[in-house]
Each structure stands twice: as C-alpha cells, then as structure tokens.
C-alpha cells in the first residue's frame, strides 16, 4: 500500500492530482491519501482529508511507500519507520507556501538512501518507478546525519540554508 500524505496545515492539490492520476494507471495499487482541505477530490485512491494520531498510525504501520510534501516531519517519520519516501516540494512560485524552504529541504535530501526527490511533476511516473523499487527496511533510531542537523540548526538560528 503507499500512503500519500500532504500534512495537515494545508492543502496540496498539485500532487494530490499527481497521485490520483498515477493510482488511475495503476488500479492494482492500493492508495490512501490523507489530504487536507483541498479543492480536488481524488477520483482514484481512498481520501482522508485528516487523520486521527491513531488511524495516522494505523496506515503508516501498513504502508509499504510513502509519498509526500518535503515537509520535514512527513520525512522524518518515514525514515523513522524505515519507509521509502518519495518528496514532492511545494513551490513558493505557484503560491503553494510562503518560502521554497521545502526546495531546500528537498535539495539537502536528494540523494540519500531511501529518498526519491521529485522536482518536476512531468516526471513523476518515472520518479514512481524509483520509488516501488525500494523496499521497506528496519525503523531507524531517531538518529541523523550530523550534517544535516547542523544544517537545519543554522536555518532555524539563522534563515541560513547551505547550498
């Protein structure tokens, strides 16, 4: 099952649509989204506008990928319990955040094991692919990497984010 979450603060239209349109080529494919309040209603894959902790939980223990915004809990949860994650940030150009603060956040994480980082909805279907290659592994302690920690130390101290 992949488990689509966009967080809880606001909606993500762009990659809900993304998602609903891949679920329609891939009917075999179990997909639920926890959504949010947006303006488009997924015709393919089971919508929860909001989770309870509980039922969060629930999917999050079934799932075996994960896609979401590059908000860094959604990200960090994932890698907690050993999910593939694919990123999609929301871009402050299309007015989907104030500051591309998810760009950085996606850019600081391309590469890492367990991440597919997805910059261009054109390509999101290959990104996908990416993504279903990986497998579910171990949880991981609440362990980072030291860079990245002191990374996201200077951006909360300073709105600096390293290049």
């Known amino acids: 099952m992949i488990f689509v979450t966009v967080g809880t603060q606001l909606p993500f239209d762009r990659l ?30 089971h919508c929860e506008p909001y989770m309870s902790p509980d039922r969060y939980a629930e999917v999050l223990a079934r799932c075996a990928h994960m896609v979401a915004h590059a908000g860094i809990g ?59 290659a990986m497998k579910r592994g171990p949880a991981t302690m609440n362990a980072a990497d030291p860079s990245l920690v002191t990374a996201l130390q200077r951006f909360v101290d300073l709105g600096e984010f390293p290049d």
Do not use: K
């Open 16 to 45: 809900v649509r993304a998602m609903d349109r891949w679920a329609a080529d891939h009917p075999g494919q179990e997909v639920i989204v926890q959504s949010a309040e947006g303006d488009y209603q997924p015709q393919h894959m």
């Open 74 to 132: 959604s990200i960090l949860t994932a890698r907690r319990s050993g999910i593939p994650i694919l990123i999609v940030p929301r871009l402050e150009e299309l007015m989907e955040v104030r500051s591309d603060h998810q760009v950085a956040t996606a850019n600081a994480l391309r590469g890492r094991p367990g991440i597919v980082v997805c910059d261009d909805l054109a390509s999101f279907d290959e990104c996908m692919d990416q993504l279903l």
